[in-house]
């Protein structure tokens, strides 16, 4: 079983941040997705083929700190990304995929 463990942090001037949500903004989950898979494609390793699960748990904030790891064996990974605050450990996403081996995602 290989690990990958990525960290992920979006700045409060992102573009993506305008609209979601104006004077509550949080980043989209499809920026925590992209993170997780530039991660995985960062390995050179591995060519994700198929999303089986994603499941988004809770909300990360403009600036805050978000680690992420994969669990990769064979043909399948799963991801977990989650934030600290205040010293708790708060689970923002997880899912599934299907892996082909190369490095072209």
Same mark, same amino acid.
């Given at each position: 079983m290989t690990r990958v463990e !990525?960290?992920? &942090? *979006?700045p409060d001037d992102h573009p993506s941040l305008a609209g979601h949500f104006p004077g509550?903004? *949080?980043?989209?989950? *499809?920026l925590l997705l992209h993170g997780a898979m530039d991660?995985?494609?960062? &390995? /050179?390793d591995f060519r994700l083929?198929?999303?089986?699960r994603v499941k988004f748990l809770s &909300?990360? @904030?403009? /600036?805050? @700190?978000a680690q992420g790891h994969w669990e990769v064996e064979s043909t399948r990974a799963i !991801? +977990?990304? +989650? *934030?600290l605050r205040d010293g708790v450990p708060a689970r923002l996403a997880? /899912? +599934?995929c299907t892996l082909?081996?190369?490095s072209a995602m």
């Open positions: !990525f960290d992920l &942090t *979006v509550n903004p *949080v980043v989209p989950g *499809v991660a995985l494609q960062g &390995t /050179g083929v198929h999303l089986k &909300t990360l @904030r403009p /600036g805050e @700190r !991801f +977990s990304i +989650s *934030v997880e /899912g +599934s082909a081996a190369g």
